[in-house]
């Protein structure tokens, strides 16, 4: 069954510390991959995506994600985190299969939360 | 400005009351669907349509109805609203046949207390 796992349900981490937010993946194909952020009252927004080519994709905010296909990762990172980081992470993934369908699977989230 | 608009943002309603809940989108996507988002379980899809008159099941259709008679705009109905539709609600639209799509677009959310 295709699936995304977040396997951590909050991430602490202090401000200033570089943070990661895990995802996993299981698809078949190629997978369209997604990194979402809502902060509270508020809808999800768009942080990042890999569709192809370099595996390290730099997004929105100084975030970026590494793609490792081998271990079906896509891991969110940001080298030094901000309180204002704080908020519930997406990871989503899409089937690349070019056909009309654009049903994104969502992880469960994670909550990040950053300590000043 | 280019969104997704829901109203209301917030719903308290009784057991059983009809309601509806609106999703506009400026953006002539041809995509639309609906989330609902509850703790532990994440964002699971309600419906979808790929374009006008085409309306589909997600995972979670029971207790819902949806329509799509204009591009614009996705209403989501509750005939019978119960308890265990308490939630959080999103609607989203895309291009559908972007291959280098940005995901979706949500809107703002309408949370939902069915009492």
């Known amino acids: 069954a295709q699936s995304v796992a977040q396997p951590e349900d909050q991430v602490n981490v202090a401000e200033g510390n570089p943070l990661t937010v895990k995802c996993t993946y299981s698809?078949?194909?190629?997978?369209?991959l997604f990194w979402y952020v809502q902060y509270p009252n508020r809808g999800l927004q768009f942080l990042l995506k890999?569709?192809?080519?370099?595996?390290l994709v730099k997004g929105s905010y100084g975030f970026e994600a590494e793609f490792n296909k081998s271990q079906t990762s896509f891991h969110l990172k940001k080298p030094s985190a901000l309180v204002s980081d704080s908020a519930l992470y997406f990871c989503?993934?899409?089937?690349?299969?070019?056909?009309?369908?654009?049903?994104?699977?969502f992880g469960t989230g994670t909550l990040l939360a950053v300590q000043p | 400005e280019a969104q997704v608009t829901q109203n209301p943002r917030y719903l308290i309603t009784v057991t059983g009351k009809k309601l509806t809940v609106t999703c506009s989108q400026n953006m002539n996507h041809e995509y639309m669907s609906w989330y609902r988002q509850d703790p532990g379980l994440g964002l699971r899809q309600i419906y979808y349509s790929m374009n006008v008159e085409v309306t589909d099941k997600g995972d979670v259709p029971e207790g819902y109805k949806v329509s799509r008679k204009e591009k614009r705009n996705f209403p989501l109905i509750l005939e019978s609203p119960s308890p265990n539709q308490t939630s959080l609600y999103f609607c989203?639209?895309?291009?559908?046949?972007?291959?280098?799509?940005?995901?979706?677009?949500f809107g703002s959310g309408t949370r939902l207390t069915v009492v």
């Open positions: 989203a639209s895309s291009l559908s046949r972007d291959r280098t799509v940005y995901g979706y677009t």
């Open positions: 698809v078949s194909g190629n997978p369209y």
């Open positions: 890999y569709i192809t080519g370099d595996n």
């Open positions: 989503a993934v899409r089937l690349g299969d070019g056909g009309a369908t654009n049903k994104l699977i």
